[in-house]
């Protein structure tokens, strides 16, 4: 009974799967005209040979793989780009935007690849297309005096945080703990990390950007306008142009800060933990943060749930455990598992690295881990899960495919619920108590295998419809999820993006199209997941 529409499953599959990958190569157009265009442009600067690459150079397929972070897309069938260009200056942008419209191409900028979906090096739409590659855009500039810092968006997290901390010890910036998360990509789409609850999000700290628009001219925020500087600080920066920069505004930090992680499994009471977690760690001062990692370990020969809770206080352990004491006893943090570190240090041990490893570690675009195939989902709680809903969700972790899965959960609360909806396109503020990133990981090659996992996260999803935000079922930019709709190609109406925009931007969706049919009318910079201008369908350049 069941082999019947699973055939046609099957079936409908295998036809997704044809329509889904066209051939890598795209016999309608010549680079070399691209490439022609570039050099006549070029004539006068760095000559065009030493930073575009054709898949022909052998240094192509190093460069394109150099910061692709999912193996889901480095498969042969996965669609490349016809031209690497890793600009060195803001000219050789202009030039590429110029010589792309001229050319019927694309362009995906990519500053550290860590786009879930592989948006910034890939494509599911036909066009050829180029990756702008800002690798070579790196250039961090500190003004202790004014605690403020121009970056360029091919800078990495890592790499900020190690200059920074090179300049002062009681200045930081609040983004992600991710190393090698670029700059470019992570603030133009909001940027969690361990300072969410005092300062909010990255793009919250931007004070100025420099923006190349469709028209090649190079605009900083009083030329930009005020509403294209809100639209990129939050609704993600490929819809508008390239962010070559940000001004980001350094926020103060304490000598000494204190980190913890302890484990919990199921055992453990981990259960009765998390739910309590739902109710302390959402109303604690703002000057700490416990986040949440939830995974399957071993524990002798069976298999359970395990709860970690990761911590940064920002002040020293004599003030935390008293603190902790009085609000979260149950947890039973002891001193010996606190450590006093720097901020740097706190950078360190988020990136999974030891307080007294060297913080130039951290600039290294190598991840520690290897990559492996993941796909990820995200999820907002506005109310706190009950016990049995909690038991529900660990009993997904029985299923092999959730061997490798994770829960990452953040702590809303403090700064958080203090800026409004709309100050940024990043919409999800007062009245969450969290935010859930669910990740499942694997290792091996194929179909078969990433269907399996994708469909275990698609029923972890499924599962926990009833426990979070409704109306939308509210989404992060940043946590990218092609599930929630894409664009058509040469087609992108406001209805189908709608779909996916309200879940990711709430009402500044609306705002978001308005900034886009202001500064991209012919909607030049699209992906899967652009905003769209109105009035644009059918229109190609
Ligand atoms: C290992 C890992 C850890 C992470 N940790 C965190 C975390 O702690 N907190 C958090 O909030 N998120 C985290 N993320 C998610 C991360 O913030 C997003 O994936 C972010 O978009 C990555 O930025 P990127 O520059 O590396 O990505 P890219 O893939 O280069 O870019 C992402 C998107 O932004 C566009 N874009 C990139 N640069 C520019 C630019 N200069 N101008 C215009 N558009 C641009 C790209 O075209 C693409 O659409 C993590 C992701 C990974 C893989
Ligand atoms: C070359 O440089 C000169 C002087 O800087 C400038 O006037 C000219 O426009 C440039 N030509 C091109 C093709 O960029
Ligand atoms: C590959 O491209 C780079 C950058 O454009 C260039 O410097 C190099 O000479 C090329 N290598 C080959 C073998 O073509
Ligand atoms: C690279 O490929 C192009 C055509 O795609 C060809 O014209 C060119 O000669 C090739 N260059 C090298 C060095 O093989
Ligand atoms: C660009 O960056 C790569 C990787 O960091 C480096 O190897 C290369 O030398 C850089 N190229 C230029 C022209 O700066
Ligand atoms: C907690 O668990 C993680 C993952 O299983 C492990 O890497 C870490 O060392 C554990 N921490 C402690 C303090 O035991
Ligand atoms: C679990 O909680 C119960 C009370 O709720 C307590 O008696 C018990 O000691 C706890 N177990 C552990 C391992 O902390
Ligand atoms: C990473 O991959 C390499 C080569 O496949 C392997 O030797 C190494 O053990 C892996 N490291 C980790 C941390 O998995
Ligand atoms: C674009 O999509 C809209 C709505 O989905 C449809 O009405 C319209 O005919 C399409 N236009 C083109 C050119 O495909």
């Not at 150099?66 to 669609?79: A, G, H, K, Q, Y």
């Not at 307080?355 to 520690?368: K, Q, W, Y």
Request: overall charge neutral.
């Amino acid at each position: 009974m069941e082999t019947c529409p699973r055939l046609i499953l099957t079936l409908l599959l295998a036809f997704l799967a044809l329509s889904l990958s066209p051939s890598t190569a795209y016999p309608q157009l010549d680079h070399n005209d691209f490439l022609a265009c570039l050099s006549v442009r070029l004539q006068n600067q760095t000559s065009i040979a030493n930073v575009a690459y054709t898949p022909n150079n052998s240094s192509y397929s190093s460069i394109l793989q150099s910061s692709i972070r999912n193996l889901r897309f480095t498969s042969p069938s996965t669609p490349k780009p016809l031209v690497i260009v890793t600009p060195v200056d803001e000219s050789q942008i202009q030039e590429v935007i110029h010589c792309s419209r001229q050319h019927g191409l694309q362009i995906r900028t990519r500053s550290g690849g860590h786009d879930y979906e592989g948006l910034s090096y890939t494509s599911r739409f036909d066009s050829p297309f180029v990756i702008l590659d800002l690798i070579n855009l790196s250039e961090i500039t500190i003004d202790v005096g004014q605690e403020s810092a121009w970056v360029q968006t091919g800078a990495t997290l890592g790499q900020l945080y190690y200059r920074i901390s090179q300049a002062s010890r009681t200045l930081a910036f609040p983004a992600g703990g991710g190393a090698t998360v670029g700059v470019g990509g992570h603030i133009s789409g909001g940027g969690y990390g361990s300072l969410l609850r005092k300062y909010g999000l990255a793009a919250d700290n931007v004070v100025d950007a420099r923006l190349i628009d469709v028209n090649g001219r190079i605009l900083d925020r009083s030329s930009m306008g005020e509403e294209l500087f809100w639209a990129i600080r939050g609704g993600g920066g490929a819809s508008f142009g390239v962010v070559t920069a940000w001004k980001i505004r350094l926020v103060p930090v304490p000598e000494t800060l204190t980190f913890f992680s302890v484990n919990r499994t199921l055992e453990q009471n981990a259960t009765k933990l998390v739910h309590k977690w739902q109710y302390v760690a959402p109303n604690l001062p703002e000057d700490i943060l416990i986040a949440l990692i939830i995974r399957k370990v071993n524990a002798g020969e069976r298999k359970t749930v395990q709860v970690t809770f990761i911590s940064l206080f920002l002040g020293r352990v004599d003030a935390l455990l008293p603190l902790l004491e009085e609000r979260f006893p149950e947890l039973g943090v002891r001193r010996e598992e606190c450590r006093e570190v720097s901020w740097v240090q706190s950078t360190l041990l988020f990136a999974n690295y030891q307080p007294e490893d060297s913080p130039e570690i951290l600039t290294s675009r190598v991840t520690r881990s290897n990559s492996s195939y993941f796909k990820a989902k995200s999820d907002y709680v506005q109310d706190p899960i009950p016990e049995h809903g909690l038991e529900g969700l660990w009993k997904l972790f029985d299923e092999e495919e959730a061997d490798m899965a994770e829960l990452n959960v953040a702590p809303y609360g403090g700064r958080m619920q203090e800026i409004s909806e709309s100050a940024t396109p990043f919409p999800h503020r007062a009245g969450n108590l969290y935010k859930f990133l669910h990740l499942v990981y694997w290792d091996e090659a194929g179909k078969e295998a990433s269907e399996r996992h994708i469909n275990w996260m698609r029923k972890l999803y499924a599962y926990l419809t009833p426990y979070v935000s409704k109306f939308p079922r509210a989404a992060y930019v940043n946590y990218r999820d092609l599930d929630l709709g894409v664009n058509k190609e040469g087609n992108t109406s406001y209805a189908q993006a709608s779909r996916w925009g309200f879940r990711y931007f709430k009402n500044n969706f609306n705002r978001l199209v308005r900034v886009k049919t202001m500064v991209d009318p012919g909607n030049f910079f699209r992906n899967e997941q652009s905003i769209p201008p109105l009035f644009s369908w059918g229109k190609k350049n």
